[in-house]
């Protein structure tokens, strides 16, 4: 999805993201909990704004879309990339597609 969206001139990073829960209690486990959550690409605007979040929804094999204008997440297959990044363009670049 971000080679899709850098080809189009787009801007976007990766953010995975990684919970530690530690323990004060004196359990064997010194470095505590850890879990993972799905990696999320923000892309941003020409001015430096996160404009769109892209999620894989877990199990479902599916882009999960989060425009920063308030509009409901979209839920595109993740057999057509190509979709969420003219969805982004459109919305946000002024129509560029």
Not at 16 to 22: A, M, R
């Amino acid at each position: 999805m971000q080679r899709t969206l850098s080809v189009r001139g787009v801007r976007s990073y990766v953010v995975h993201t990684i919970t530690l829960k530690l323990f004060g209690d004196g359990r064997p486990a010194p470095l505590g909990q850890r879990s993972r959550t799905a990696p999320e690409l923000n892309v941003r605007s020409r001015a430096g704004m996160v404009v769109a979040t892209v999620s894989v929804g877990s199990r479902s094999g599916s882009f999960l879309v989060s425009m920063r204008d308030g509009r409901d997440i979209e839920t595109v297959p993740a057999t057509k990339p190509e979709k969420v990044a003219n969805l982004i363009l459109s919305t946000q670049f002024g129509g560029r597609t």
